[in-house]
């Protein structure tokens, strides 16, 4: 049996139009966990406020990428939007990255003065029409620290009273490291808001399974979970989102081979098996193992940032 036909048999069966449990971040499928909520909210009045610069932070999977997709859905035509993904670039070239994104002619390609130049009038030009330019880089730690040096440069962009550019910076954990570097205390004194994605609870993870398969349904998804399947989709995924599909769309299938609709321990235990192990990625949360001025510095920043 080819895939895609198996998928649409699984859909068909559960009663849904769709895949519930992809791992795409679909802003369709965003779910407002309190956290996620408050997130979206707090970046949203950065954006509409031109307040300038906000840091995300939060585990792999945890939904960085998927909450930057809604909040540029959100701001729909009000904004101006550059989505930098590859960081693994030279900091020209990071320029040069964020002007093509803007649809800014390439000719200025290679000569940096012009490159500024050229984004500045964009800007400027954007500002006159009322609207937010917002630059966004994802899988922030991956960037270097000249490369946020060279960022800095747009953060410079300001009237009197707003920030010109709008900066979103998402990253995991360990990205805090190469934020405390002094050479980037400039940077980090311009963060006016930052939030650290945790993994879900066990009654958000609950709730999101629910949306996720009211929203792929037809009208009402014709499948059950069990209290105790969800106590071991909880227990394998932690609680975190990416993992919590994997886990999901496995019980689906095994749910759909044994003629089943209704996800049992038997079903999500079958699912789990099929996974691969967990490898046991270690944290890389250091958070506040390292000292010194910069480091405290960066604390102190941060919770500036909380206090929005
Ligand atoms: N709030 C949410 N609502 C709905 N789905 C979510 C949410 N958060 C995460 N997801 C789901 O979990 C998956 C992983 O999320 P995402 O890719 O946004 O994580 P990430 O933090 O960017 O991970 P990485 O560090 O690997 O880049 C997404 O594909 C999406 O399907
Ligand atoms: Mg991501």
């Known amino acids: 049996m080819t895939g895609p036909l198996f998928e649409t048999m699984y859909e068909t069966f559960y009663n849904l139009a769709g895949p519930p449990f992809h791992n795409t971040p679909n802003s369709r499928f965003f779910f407002e966990t309190e956290q996620h909520k408050e997130a979206l909210a707090k970046l949203e009045y950065t954006v509409r406020n031109r307040r300038g610069f906000a840091l995300i932070t939060g585990d792999i999977g945890s939904g960085k990428t998927t909450l930057s997709r809604t909040l540029i859905s959100r701001l729909g035509q009000d904004a101006k939007t550059a989505v930098i993904n590859n960081t693994r ?29 050229s984004i500045k009038q964009f800007v400027t030009h954007q500002h006159t029409m009322d609207r937010a330019v917002v630059v966004i880089i994802d899988e922030g730690q991956c960037l270097t620290i000249d490369e946020f040096e060279e960022i800095r440069l747009l953060t410079n962009l300001e009237t009197e009273a707003h920030k010109l550019v709008q900066l979103l910076i998402l990253g995991q954990p360990e990205l805090r490291q190469t934020l405390r570097h002094p050479r980037l205390a400039p940077l980090i004194q311009r963060i006016v808001m930052y939030m650290h994605l945790k993994p879900m609870s066990f009654e958000d993870m609950t709730r999101y399974i629910a949306f996720r398969l009211v929203r792929a349904s037809k009208g009402r998804p014709n499948v059950d979970f069990s209290r105790e399947a969800l ?43 099929q996974m691969l192990p967990n490898l046991d990625l270690e944290s890389t949360d250091q958070f506040g193992e390292v000292g010194g001025p910069a480091a405290d510095m960066l604390e102190e920043e941060l919770d500036h940032g909380r206090r929005l």
């Open 231 to 273: 106590r071991m989709i909880y227990a394998r995924s932690e609680g975190v989102p990416r993992v919590v599909n994997l886990v999901c769309d496995n019980a689906l299938l095994v749910g759909y081979s044994r003629n089943t609709q209704m996800v049992d321990s038997q079903v999500v235990d079958a699912a789990i098996t």
């Open 89 to 117: 670039v030279s900091s020209q070239q990071l320029l040069e990255l964020i002007a093509s994104e803007f649809g800014i002619e390439n000719s200025v390609a290679g000569d940096k003065v012009k490159l500024l130049t």
